[in-house]
């Protein structure tokens, strides 16, 4: 219970710390479509990565807290994104995005090589 209770705690806090900063305008592929598997619009999951990861990740996948991110697909693929993303681990909290949402950051990060 401790922990569910601080994993939801760390998400606010981290949603909340995201708008505070002014989320960012990363618009390296805006209006793009994805050529992955989930063809989503690179637009939005940047829209949703600024809203929910940036924070951590930084505007532009530099990393902050947590690790760079501008090259994770030539490391991990879209479902191993996508677990992590589900699951959290290495300091990360699960679910901090879900659903299409998820999969959709999950598809634009598998093609930042």
């Known amino acids: 219970m401790k922990k569910i209770v601080l994993g939801a705690l760390f998400a ?9 900063c ?3 305008n990363d618009n390296n592929n805006a209006g ?3 050529s992955s598997s989930g063809g989503g ?13 940036a924070a951590c990740h930084g505007n ?3 990393g902050k807290n947590g690790p760079n991110l501008q090259t ?19 300091g990360m909290p699960g679910d901090i995005i ?3 949402d998820a999969e959709l950051v999950a598809a634009w ?4 090589k």
């Open 12 to 20: 606010v806090l981290l949603i909340f710390s995201a708008a505070a």
């Open 22 to 24: 002014g989320g960012g």
């Open 32 to 34: 793009n479509k994805s």
């Open 41 to 53: 619009d690179t637009s939005a999951a940047n829209k949703i990565f600024q809203q929910n990861c």
């Open 60 to 62: 532009n996948l530099q």
């Open 72 to 90: 994770i697909g030539s490391e991990l693929t879209k479902d191993q994104i996508l677990k992590q993303i589900k699951n959290g681990g290495g």
């Open 98 to 100: 879900s659903g299409k």
């Open 109 to 112: 990060l598998a093609n930042k």
